[in-house]
């Protein structure tokens, strides 16, 4: 069973930086693109950044480009997300996840981690 788990969160204040890892068995059931998800109170989850496994290719949320560097760790079982110049608005519960196709949509990642809180404070 592919498992994802995510650590790094915290607290931090605006202008900072965090970086968040998830640690992944996804590329042996084939499931290689791997996904970065953030959702805040009241609000439904949205698409942060995405990377093949290769790490050719990443995609990333408008208003976090240039702040979300998302990357692989050299032995692939690991996905980062660097997040700097962070904003209160940034302030969310990021997931991890894995799809088998190259996408923003949430609906078409089938495997989930817990969650890691980042909150931002002003």
């Known amino acids: 069973q592919v498992q994802l788990v995510e650590s790094g969160g915290g607290l931090v204040q605006a202008g900072g930086s965090l970086r968040l890892s998830c640690s992944t068995s996804?590329?042996?059931?084939?499931?290689?693109?791997m996904g970065w998800f953030r959702q805040a109170p009241g609000k439904e989850r949205e698409f942060v950044a995405s990377?093949?496994?290769?790490?050719?290719?990443?995609y990333y949320k408008d208003s976090v480009k240039g702040r979300f560097t998302i990357s692989r760790g050299n032995a692939n079982n690991l996905v980062y997300l660097q997040m700097s110049n962070l904003k209160p608005e940034d302030t969310a519960v990021y997931y991890c996840?894995?799809?088998?196709?190259?996408?923003?949509?949430?609906?078409?990642?089938?495997?989930w981690g817990q969650g890691t809180q980042v909150t931002v404070s002003s």
């Open positions: 996804a590329r042996t059931f084939g499931s290689p693109f």
């Open positions: 996840a894995a799809s088998r196709v190259a996408t923003m949509d949430p609906n078409q990642y089938t495997t």
């Open positions: 990377i093949t496994w290769s790490g050719a290719a990443t």
